[in-house]
Protein backbone atom coordinates (compact mmCIF):
# COMPACT_ATOMS: atom_id res chain seq x y z
CA UNK A 1 0.00 0.00 0.00
CA UNK A 2 0.96 3.34 -0.41
CA UNK A 3 0.49 6.55 1.38
CA UNK A 4 1.00 10.49 0.55
CA UNK A 5 1.80 12.87 3.51
CA UNK A 6 1.56 16.64 2.97
CA UNK A 7 3.02 18.04 6.05
CA UNK A 8 1.19 21.45 5.62
CA UNK A 9 -2.54 21.64 5.49
CA UNK A 10 -2.12 25.68 4.67
CA UNK A 11 0.96 28.28 3.67
CA UNK A 12 0.61 31.68 3.73
CA UNK A 13 3.07 33.69 1.98
CA UNK A 14 3.62 37.09 0.38
CA UNK A 15 3.34 38.16 -3.54
CA UNK A 16 6.68 37.61 -5.18
CA UNK A 17 8.51 35.91 -2.13
CA UNK A 18 9.14 31.67 -2.67
CA UNK A 19 7.43 28.40 -1.75
CA UNK A 20 7.97 25.43 -1.18
CA UNK A 21 5.04 23.14 -0.19
CA UNK A 22 6.05 19.33 1.16
CA UNK A 23 5.23 15.84 0.00
CA UNK A 24 6.47 12.89 1.58
CA UNK A 25 5.46 9.42 0.23
CA UNK A 26 5.59 5.98 1.32
CA UNK A 27 5.39 2.93 -0.70
CA UNK A 28 7.06 -0.32 -1.27
CA UNK A 29 7.52 -0.31 -4.86
CA UNK A 30 8.63 2.33 -7.20
CA UNK A 31 6.37 5.10 -6.98
CA UNK A 32 5.85 7.80 -9.90
CA UNK A 33 4.80 11.24 -8.30
CA UNK A 34 2.47 13.84 -9.35
CA UNK A 35 1.25 17.38 -8.35
CA UNK A 36 -2.34 18.74 -9.07
CA UNK A 37 -3.79 22.12 -8.61
CA UNK A 38 -7.48 22.98 -7.99
CA UNK A 39 -8.96 26.59 -7.85
CA UNK A 40 -12.00 27.20 -6.36
CA UNK A 41 -14.97 25.34 -7.75
CA UNK A 42 -12.61 23.41 -10.07
CA UNK A 43 -11.17 20.06 -11.17
CA UNK A 44 -7.84 19.19 -10.65
CA UNK A 45 -5.03 20.68 -13.28
CA UNK A 46 -1.86 18.43 -13.54
CA UNK A 47 0.91 20.90 -12.72
CA UNK A 48 3.84 18.44 -13.43
CA UNK A 49 4.73 14.90 -12.83
CA UNK A 50 7.86 12.45 -11.89
CA UNK A 51 8.11 9.25 -13.81
CA UNK A 52 11.60 8.76 -14.52
CA UNK A 53 14.93 10.22 -15.33
CA UNK A 54 16.08 13.85 -13.72
CA UNK A 55 14.95 14.38 -10.45
CA UNK A 56 14.32 17.40 -10.79
CA UNK A 57 11.04 18.32 -13.08
CA UNK A 58 9.82 21.55 -14.22
CA UNK A 59 5.96 21.94 -14.59
CA UNK A 60 3.73 24.87 -15.87
CA UNK A 61 2.97 28.12 -14.26
CA UNK A 62 6.87 28.33 -13.26
CA UNK A 63 6.76 25.66 -10.39
CA UNK A 64 9.26 23.01 -10.24
CA UNK A 65 9.74 19.74 -7.88
CA UNK A 66 12.61 17.59 -6.89
CA UNK A 67 12.06 13.93 -6.90
CA UNK A 68 14.24 12.63 -3.26
CA UNK A 69 14.12 9.07 -3.23
CA UNK A 70 16.24 8.54 -0.01
CA UNK A 71 13.69 10.82 1.67
CA UNK A 72 11.07 9.75 0.01
CA UNK A 73 10.14 13.28 -1.16
CA UNK A 74 8.54 15.31 -3.69
CA UNK A 75 8.59 18.89 -2.60
CA UNK A 76 6.84 21.76 -4.76
CA UNK A 77 8.69 25.16 -5.29
CA UNK A 78 8.40 28.06 -7.18
CA UNK A 79 10.60 30.98 -6.85
CA UNK A 80 8.34 34.44 -6.74
CA UNK A 81 4.19 33.32 -6.46
CA UNK A 82 2.03 35.65 -7.83
CA UNK A 83 -1.69 36.17 -6.13
CA UNK A 84 -3.33 33.34 -9.22
CA UNK A 85 -1.15 31.18 -7.81
CA UNK A 86 -3.67 31.07 -4.71
CA UNK A 87 -5.15 27.91 -4.54
CA UNK A 88 -4.99 23.96 -3.29
CA UNK A 89 -1.84 21.88 -4.36
CA UNK A 90 -2.42 18.08 -3.92
CA UNK A 91 0.39 15.71 -4.00
CA UNK A 92 -0.51 12.12 -5.44
CA UNK A 93 1.72 9.01 -6.50
CA UNK A 94 0.80 6.05 -8.40
CA UNK A 95 2.79 2.56 -9.54
CA UNK A 96 3.87 0.84 -12.31
CA UNK A 97 0.11 -1.53 -11.78
CA UNK A 98 -1.54 1.27 -13.61
CA UNK A 99 -2.52 5.27 -13.00
CA UNK A 100 -4.66 5.27 -10.30
CA UNK A 101 -3.54 7.83 -8.05
CA UNK A 102 -3.32 8.04 -3.68
CA UNK A 103 -3.44 11.70 -3.17
CA UNK A 104 -2.50 13.65 -0.19
CA UNK A 105 -4.67 15.57 1.74
CA UNK A 106 -3.73 18.86 0.38
CA UNK A 107 -1.74 22.05 1.18
CA UNK A 108 -3.76 25.57 0.68
CA UNK A 109 -1.69 28.24 -0.45
CA UNK A 110 -2.40 31.67 0.50
CA UNK A 111 -0.58 34.66 -1.59
CA UNK A 112 -1.04 37.59 0.62
CA UNK A 113 -0.30 40.99 -1.63
CA UNK B 1 -10.33 18.74 -28.64
CA UNK B 2 -13.09 18.40 -25.85
CA UNK B 3 -12.09 18.12 -22.28
CA UNK B 4 -13.38 16.06 -19.59
CA UNK B 5 -17.41 16.66 -18.86
CA UNK B 6 -19.43 15.77 -16.34
CA UNK B 7 -23.62 16.25 -15.17
CA UNK B 8 -25.13 17.52 -12.91
CA UNK B 9 -22.72 20.28 -11.45
CA UNK B 10 -24.56 20.20 -8.60
CA UNK B 11 -27.01 17.47 -6.78
CA UNK B 12 -29.52 17.29 -3.62
CA UNK B 13 -30.79 13.85 -2.52
CA UNK B 14 -31.95 13.03 1.06
CA UNK B 15 -30.87 9.74 2.72
CA UNK B 16 -31.51 6.51 1.50
CA UNK B 17 -32.03 8.09 -2.34
CA UNK B 18 -30.05 6.56 -5.28
CA UNK B 19 -27.84 8.76 -7.71
CA UNK B 20 -26.03 8.69 -11.08
CA UNK B 21 -23.51 10.94 -12.19
CA UNK B 22 -22.07 11.24 -15.59
CA UNK B 23 -18.80 11.46 -17.14
CA UNK B 24 -17.70 12.16 -20.69
CA UNK B 25 -14.06 11.31 -21.38
CA UNK B 26 -12.08 13.76 -22.97
CA UNK B 27 -11.93 12.62 -26.89
CA UNK B 28 -9.24 9.56 -27.86
CA UNK B 29 -9.45 8.40 -24.16
CA UNK B 30 -10.69 5.18 -23.59
CA UNK B 31 -10.00 5.15 -19.36
CA UNK B 32 -11.94 6.59 -16.73
CA UNK B 33 -11.48 6.90 -12.97
CA UNK B 34 -13.64 7.76 -10.13
CA UNK B 35 -12.91 9.95 -7.65
CA UNK B 36 -14.38 11.17 -3.93
CA UNK B 37 -13.31 14.28 -2.60
CA UNK B 38 -14.43 15.27 1.02
CA UNK B 39 -14.73 18.66 2.32
CA UNK B 40 -10.90 20.12 2.90
CA UNK B 41 -9.93 16.43 1.88
CA UNK B 42 -7.42 15.11 -1.00
CA UNK B 43 -9.79 13.14 -3.37
CA UNK B 44 -9.79 8.99 -3.04
CA UNK B 45 -9.62 6.48 -5.96
CA UNK B 46 -12.88 5.11 -5.92
CA UNK B 47 -12.89 2.65 -9.11
CA UNK B 48 -11.40 2.95 -12.60
CA UNK B 49 -13.55 1.44 -16.06
CA UNK B 50 -10.43 0.41 -19.11
CA UNK B 51 -12.55 -0.19 -22.33
CA UNK B 52 -15.96 -0.68 -21.02
CA UNK B 53 -14.39 -3.24 -17.91
CA UNK B 54 -13.65 -2.35 -14.23
CA UNK B 55 -9.93 -2.19 -14.14
CA UNK B 56 -9.37 -1.40 -10.57
CA UNK B 57 -11.32 -0.50 -7.18
CA UNK B 58 -10.31 1.45 -4.16
CA UNK B 59 -11.85 0.70 -0.66
CA UNK B 60 -15.40 1.73 -1.38
CA UNK B 61 -18.53 -0.57 -0.71
CA UNK B 62 -20.68 -2.25 -3.29
CA UNK B 63 -23.30 0.34 -3.20
CA UNK B 64 -20.69 2.26 -5.37
CA UNK B 65 -20.94 1.27 -8.88
CA UNK B 66 -20.53 2.17 -12.37
CA UNK B 67 -20.47 1.65 -15.86
CA UNK B 68 -18.44 2.73 -19.14
CA UNK B 69 -19.63 2.27 -22.28
CA UNK B 70 -18.78 2.14 -26.05
CA UNK B 71 -17.83 5.52 -26.43
CA UNK B 72 -16.11 5.64 -23.33
CA UNK B 73 -18.47 7.38 -21.08
CA UNK B 74 -19.03 6.59 -17.93
CA UNK B 75 -21.73 6.50 -14.98
CA UNK B 76 -20.86 6.39 -11.28
CA UNK B 77 -23.69 5.11 -9.15
CA UNK B 78 -24.71 5.31 -5.70
CA UNK B 79 -27.40 3.38 -3.91
CA UNK B 80 -28.63 4.24 -0.59
CA UNK B 81 -27.19 7.41 0.09
CA UNK B 82 -25.41 8.03 3.52
CA UNK B 83 -24.80 12.03 4.89
CA UNK B 84 -21.30 10.81 4.77
CA UNK B 85 -21.45 10.48 0.63
CA UNK B 86 -21.82 14.58 0.52
CA UNK B 87 -18.85 15.31 -1.61
CA UNK B 88 -17.19 16.55 -4.44
CA UNK B 89 -17.02 13.52 -7.10
CA UNK B 90 -14.21 13.66 -9.61
CA UNK B 91 -14.03 11.97 -13.26
CA UNK B 92 -10.65 11.49 -14.66
CA UNK B 93 -9.82 10.38 -18.40
CA UNK B 94 -6.66 9.06 -19.54
CA UNK B 95 -5.18 7.51 -22.94
CA UNK B 96 -4.99 4.00 -21.65
CA UNK B 97 -4.78 2.94 -17.66
CA UNK B 98 -0.72 2.87 -18.49
CA UNK B 99 1.37 3.94 -15.36
CA UNK B 100 2.89 6.74 -17.80
CA UNK B 101 -0.76 8.38 -18.84
CA UNK B 102 -1.77 11.56 -17.06
CA UNK B 103 -4.94 12.00 -15.97
CA UNK B 104 -7.06 14.66 -16.97
CA UNK B 105 -9.95 15.97 -14.31
CA UNK B 106 -13.73 17.15 -14.94
CA UNK B 107 -14.57 20.06 -12.93
CA UNK B 108 -16.75 17.92 -10.71
CA UNK B 109 -20.44 16.90 -9.27
CA UNK B 110 -21.41 18.44 -6.21
CA UNK B 111 -23.53 15.69 -4.47
CA UNK B 112 -25.15 16.72 -0.99
CA UNK B 113 -26.98 14.17 0.98
CA UNK B 114 -29.76 15.77 3.27
Not at chain 1, 44 to 51: A, I, W
Not at chain 2, 52 to 60: K, V
Request: charge should be negative; proline fraction near 5%.
Amino acid sequence: AQSVTQLDSQVPVFEEAPVELRCNYSSSVSVYLFWYVQYPNQGLQLLLKYLSGSTLVKGINGFEAEFNKSQTSFHLRKPSVHISDTAEYFCAVSHNAGNMLTFGGGTRLMVKP
Amino acid sequence: ETGVTQSPTHLIKTRGQQVTLRCSSQSGHNTVSWYQQALGQGPQFIFQYYREEENGRGNFPPRFSGLQFPNYSSELNVNALELDDSALYLCASSETSGFTDTQYFGPGTRLTVL
